[in-house]
C-alpha cells in the first residue's frame, strides 16, 4: 500500500507527497502536529494539515526570512522572533557575530519538542546562550514589550488562520514598529504570490498600517503552496534596496556557506514581476 499526503490549495488544486513513514502525530492546545518522511521532500512538519517545514528546501525560507532584514541593518544587536518554534529563523540568525541576543516567543510548546527530536538541524541552536526561549502568545509578548527594545523583529508565523491569524493585523504591525529602535526593520512571511489577490492586499494593507515602508520579495520554494512563496520588509524609513551589506554577507559566507543567498540574488531580491508587482500592491 502506498501512503500519500496531499495539501489542498484552495478547492482547485492538490499537492502530493509520497510518504515513507509518519514519524509523529499528535494534538497541542494550538493545532495538530504531524511529521511525516517523504520520498520526494524529506522530512516535512505539518501544522493541521499544511507543509511547514520540509528538509529538502527548508533552507530558502529560513537564509531569506533571516539574513535579508539582518544584511539590510547597519548593525543588529537585539532580534525578537515572533514564531518560528521549528527553530530553521534563530539558526541562521546565530551565523550573525554582531547579534548579541534572540528573544523567540512561539505560542506552542509542543513544536518547539517536537523539532528539537525530529529536526534537530533546525532546532539545535534554541538551546544557544544568545537565545532566550518564551513559550507564549506573541500579540501579547509584543503588545507587553518596551519600545524601542529591538533591532529587527522577524514574524516567522503560520498562515494566517487559526493560531497565526492575530499576527497579520494592522494592530499587530503597529506593535511592532513600536518596539524597534531608530533603524530597526521588520520581516514577515506574507504568503504565496499566487494566493487570493484580495488576501495578498490585505497582509499588504496591513503591514502598511505600521511601516509606510514595505518592500515585498519572493522565491521558490518548492514544498510550498504553487511552489513559490513570498516576505515582506517593512521599515520606518525610506530603505536603499539595492545597497545591502554584501561585505556583511562575504564574512559570513567563509564561515557559515549558505545554500541559497548569494551578493546577485541579495541585490536582485526585489525586483518583482509586473503580475506579482500588482497583486501585492496595497
Known amino acids: 500500500m502506498q501512503l500519500w499526503f496531499y495539501e489542498a490549495y484552495g478547492d482547485e488544486l492538490l499537492a502530493g507527497f509520497k510518504a515513507r513513514d509518519v514519524l509523529f502525530r499528535g494534538q497541542s492546545d494550538f493545532q495538530r502536529i504531524d511529521v511525516i518522511e517523504t520520498y520526494g521532500a524529506g522530512r516535512m512538519l505539518l ?16 537564509e ?4 535579508v532584514p539582518s544584511l539590510h541593518h547597519p548593525k543588529p544587536e537585539n ?3 515572533v514564531g518560528g518554534g521549528d527553530g530553521g529563523t534563530v539558526r541562521e540568525l546565530l551565523k550573525h557575530p554582531d ?6 516567543c512561539e505560542i506552542d510548546g509542543l513544536v518547539v519538542e517536537v523539532c528539537e527530536k525530529y529536526f534537530p538541524e533546525l532546532a539545535s541552536g534554541l538551546r544557544d546562550p544568545r537565545v532566550r526561549l518564551e513559550i507564549g502568545d506573541g500579540v501579547a509578548f509584543v503588545r507587553e514589550s518596551v519600545s524601542a527594545s529591538f533591532d529587527l523583529v522577524i514574524v516567522d508565523s503560520t498562515d494566517p488562520s487559526g493560531p497565526g491569524e492575530a499576527l497579520f493585523t494592522g494592530d499587530f504591525y503597529k506593535n511592532v514598529a513600536r518596539l524597534l529602535r531608530p533603524g530597526g526593520l521588520m520581516v514577515c512571511q506574507s504568503d504565496s504570490p ?3 489577490t484580495a488576501v495578498l492586499k490585505r497582509i499588504q494593507r496591513n503591514v502598511r498600517a505600521g511601516f509606510p515602508f514595505s518592500h515585498p520579495y519572493i522565491a521558490s520554494i518548492p514544498s510550498y503552496p504553487h511552489g513559490l512563496w513570498s516576505w515582506t520588509l517593512g521599515a520606518l524609513h525610506p530603505l536603499d534596496l539595492c545597497a545591502p551589506d554584501v561585505k556583511r554577507l562575504a564574512a559570513l559566507q567563509q564561515n557559515y556557506p549558505l545554500r541559497y543567498l548569494n ?9 518583482l514581476p509586473n503580475c506579482f508587482r500588482q497583486r501585492m500592491s496595497v
Open 79 to 81: 532580534v525578537l522572533v
Open 194 to 196: 499566487w494566493q487570493d
Open 64 to 67: 531569506l526570512i533571516a539574513h
Open 47 to 62: 501544522l493541521d494539515g499544511l507543509v511547514m517545514v520540509s528538509t529538502s528546501d527548508e533552507f530558502i525560507y529560513h
Open 263 to 271: 551578493e546577485d540574488v541579495l541585490r536582485g531580491l526585489f525586483s
Open 99 to 104: 547579534i548579541k541576543q534572540i528573544s523567540l
